[in-house]
């Protein structure tokens, strides 16, 4: 079992930059696929992106592909969400999940999940 601890949302302006960090208990955090997905106010819950457990391979959704990056470092046991150029539609709860199956999109496919951390982007 894997718990996880989001962190470094916050409110930023349209445009600006943040980083999350999604840090891990245990010591089989290498073993877990990671992913990101967010829920805003009235919508279902999206994926947004997802990283391998080597770092070898990385997934992203068309609406934050070439704004964020995600990355690990398996000897912190922590994964980030780099997210740049931020825009008012990507407020929401942001959570980081794991599962030690596969990279997918699918939130049902994630068995352990953070509590979230806020984003709010304003204009």
């Known amino acids: 079992q894997v718990q996880l601890v989001e962190s470094g949302g916050g409110l930023v302006q349209a445009g600006g930059s943040l980083r999350l960090s999604c840090a891990a208990s245990?010591?089989?955090?290498?073993?877990?696929?990671m992913g990101w997905f967010r829920q805003a106010p009235g919508k279902e819950r999206e994926f947004v992106a997802a990283?391998?457990?080597?770092?070898?391979?990385?997934y992203y959704a068309d609406s934050v592909k070439g704004r964020f990056t995600i990355s690990r470092d398996n000897a912190k046991n922590t994964v980030y969400l780099q997210m740049n150029s931020l825009k008012l539609e990507d407020t929401a709860v942001y959570y980081c999940?794991?599962?030690?199956?596969?990279?997918?999109?699918?939130?049902?496919?994630?068995?352990?999940w953070g509590q979230g951390t806020q984003v709010t982007v304003s204009s």
């Open positions: 999940a794991a599962n030690r199956i596969t990279i997918t999109t699918l939130a049902g496919s994630y068995d352990y």
């Open positions: 245990g010591r089989t955090f290498s073993t877990y696929v």
């Open positions: 990283i391998s457990r080597s770092a070898g391979s990385t």
